[in-house]
């Protein structure tokens, strides 16, 4: 038999199970993402109707022998950030790229502080993108597929601000020669050397009035993240 005690969560995905309860995929500090049943909290005069909702800081203790283990006790650990219209969609939005990225029961105490963080920024900011960005930059750096954006692959060079480069999610830069940029070269696979050295200082405040780094980090990630997210859409793209 298996315990978990008092453990910070976070749930992911919440889905009704059989008359009374839920199945939850939860997010954990020390044991990553973790399954558990909640049993009976969805009867009208149960506390968990309410407690156990996406983005709430919990605390939970939860035991079982498999994969799927039974909740035992839970409460909310401090106050939940408020998220409303594109904000909390882009909290789905992080919670669908932990769920579909991370193994089950992968500890990773590091993300977990990030998620937390970027939860609280996206309460407070009216620019969603650079949560968004700084996150799925050290999502995947933090799951071991950290992005490569400081030297041309082929030769080492420094990556140059004025240059234009391909970029392959497995190696990183390649330079496009001027010449080559309508030859052979798809113009969404392209970006501004500027905009690679942008994500790599992680300070993206100052770019906020440079439209085009910021659509260049945007399609970047997305090409970055989809080696690992599969052919499969995220519903909560779409609705971004």
Excluded: W
């Excluded at 315990?3 to 995905?13: D, S």
């Excluded at 079982?64 to 408020?82: K, Y």
């Excluded at 030769?155 to 497995?170: I, K, Q, S």
């Excluded at 969404?188 to 905009?195: E, N």
């Amino acid at each position: 038999m298996r315990r978990f005690e008092c453990q910070a969560a976070y749930i992911l995905l919440l889905r009704p199970y059989r008359e009374t309860s839920f199945l939850c995929e939860l997010f954990t500090a020390d044991y990553g993402r973790i399954s558990v049943i909640a049993k009976g909290v969805r009867r009208p005069k149960s506390r968990g109707r309410g407690l156990l909702q996406p983005f709430i800081p919990l605390v939970i203790s939860c035991v079982g022998r498999g994969e799927l283990l039974t909740l035992t006790d839970f409460d909310t650990l401090c106050v939940a950030p408020v998220l409303t219209g594109r904000r909390v969609i882009s909290a789905f939005y992080l919670n669908e790229l932990i769920f579909r990225l991370m193994y089950r029961e992968d500890p990773n105490p590091e993300l977990f502080f990030c998620y937390q963080q970027a939860l609280s920024e996206l309460e407070k900011t009216t620019e969603v993108q650079i949560v968004l960005r700084l996150f799925e930059k050290m999502l995947l750096k933090t799951l071991g597929y950290e992005v490569q954006l400081l030297k041309e692959v082929e030769t080492g060079d420094p990556v140059r601000p004025e240059e234009n480069y391909r970029f392959d999610p497995a190696r990183g830069p390649i330079l496009v020669e001027t010449d080559n940029l309508m030859v052979g070269v798809k113009s969404q696979d392209v970006f501004k050397g500027k905009s690679l050295l942008a994500l790599a200082e992680g300070s993206l405040e100052k770019y906020l009035e440079d439209v085009a780094v910021l659509s260049d980090l945007k399609r970047l990630m997305r090409l970055a993240l989809a080696p690992h997210l599969g052919n499969k859409p995220l519903e909560s793209r779409k609705l971004l």
